[in-house]
T-cell receptor, first 114, second 112 residues
């Protein structure tokens, strides 16, 4: 049973470029959340997708957008990259009908913006 | 106000001893969940333990236990019989609705 998988594992971009990160949830999970983790800090919630809709959003600008596909996989898009967007981006999946709603995380995508 | 506060940036513990990692939280929602995750240097977040706001007893998972003091809004993680492999970052998190909030983490170093 595959867990949460993310691609790519590392990415280097320059300021102003656009990036797309991908995530496949754990089998049986229907909800995907994205987190940004800057160096030395805890993960910050970006947004959550359920039934192909953005259900909740954290305090991130519109440059951060996402998508969920019918197979529950998800993409995170970041436009007009800034140096401050350099971080580890974590995808987490869960099941909405589980009251404990434990998050299962992928290994992350390390994004470096030069 | 911070939703999750972890006041110990770093901790040292001797192998085989117990250690407590502190966590306080802030919410007005009567229904919430509290979690602890471990993040080794590889980066992946590993679930350790969960406590629901309505749970009467403290959660335990093997060597991990959660000291839940609802009135104080604290959810400290206790690791018994520390092992070298326990060296990692530890994050306390709270689920409020469908959102998760994470603390800034505690870096635990287990000394041989």
């Amino acid at each position: 049973d595959a867990g949460v998988t993310q691609s790519p594992t590392h990415l280097i971009k320059t300021r102003g470029q656009q990036v797309t990160l991908r995530c496949s949830p754990k089998s049986g999970h229907d909800t995907v959340s994205w987190y940004q983790q800057a160096l030395g800090q805890g993960p910050q919630f970006i947004f959550q997708y359920y039934e192909e809709e953005e259900r909740q959003r954290g305090n991130f600008p519109d440059r951060f957008s996402g998508h969920q596909f019918p197979n529950y996989s998800s993409e995170l898009n970041v436009n007009a990259l800034l140096l401050g967007d350099s971080a580890l981006y974590l995808c987490a999946s869960s099941t909405t009908d589980n009251l404990n709603e434990k998050l299962f995380f992928g290994s992350g995508t390390q994004l470096s913006v030069l | 106000a911070q939703k999750i506060t972890q006041t110990q940036p770093g901790m040292f513990v001797q192998e085989k001893e117990a250690v407590t990692l502190d966590c306080t939280y802030d919410t007005s929602d009567p229904s919430y969940g509290l979690f602890w995750y471990k993040q080794p240097s590889s980066g992946e977040m590993i679930f350790l333990i969960y406590q629901g706001s309505y749970d009467q007893q403290n959660a335990t998972e093997g060597r991990y236990s959660l000291n839940f003091q609802k009135a104080r809004k604290s959810a400290n993680l206790v690791i018994s019989a520390s092992q070298l492999g326990d060296s990692a970052m530890y994050f306390c998190a709270m689920r409020e609705g469908h959102k998760f909030y994470f603390g800034s983490g505690t870096k635990l170093n287990v000394k041989p």
